[in-house]
């Protein structure tokens, strides 16, 4: 992608849409912040090239939505166990084409970093299914039962993914 077409481009973050802002900073190193609907991208003026340039923002666009993403299934995670009074291993932040999260026996959460683009929803949906699998390793009608009784709207976000995932999976830069 050429440097200016990320200012055109519209990412996904959390439901809403961002607007790319991209401008030169004399710092040796890349910056991101984002503010309210826009996602400022300070660029090392050491970057000579557009093609450098280019890259630097599709990699760093990358790695902020990885930050956002493990940021926000940790407080989520934590928050969730407050409540339920679970134990858990650790999170890992995947890109996996196939699955959005998942529990392994060792109590090991992996989530995938584009659900950070789904609606707030969408991701609690989530990290509540994948904390279920800590008392039910399986699908089975009890484990949908704790999920529905720990996120009542669950069918809703679970539709979601399957009308929309596709959109998150093929995200690219």
């Not at 630097?56 to 940021?71: D, P, T």
């Not at 926000?72 to 679970?86: G, L």
């Not at 609690?124 to 009890?142: G, Q, W």
């Not at 976000?157 to 959109?167: E, H, R, S």
Request: charged fraction near 25%; charge should be positive.
């Amino acid at each position: 992608m050429k440097l200016s077409d990320f200012e055109h481009k519209k990412l996904l973050f959390r439901g809403d849409e961002l607007k790319v802002k991209i401008e030169t900073t004399v710092f040796p190193q890349t910056r991101l912040k984002q503010k309210e609907d826009i996602l400022t991208i300070s660029l090392s003026s050491y970057l000579k090239t557009d093609e450098e340039k280019s890259k630097e923002v599709s990699n760093q666009i990358m790695l902020w939505y990885k930050a956002q993403a493990r940021r926000f299934f940790t407080q989520t995670v934590e928050s969730e166990k407050a409540k339920y009074n679970f134990e858990y291993k650790g999170i890992s932040i995947k890109d996996t084409v196939t699955r959005w999260g998942s529990c392994s026996t060792k109590k090991n959460f992996n989530f995938n970093w584009r659900l950070v683009m789904a609606p707030p929803n969408v991701l609690n949906y989530v990290v509540i299914h994948e904390i279920a699998h800590l008392t039910f390793m399986n699908h089975s009608k009890d484990f949908w039962s704790l999920v529905q009784q720990r996120f009542p709207n669950y069918i809703e976000a679970k539709n979601w993914l399957k009308t929309n995932g596709a959109l998150l999976i093929n995200f690219h830069l």
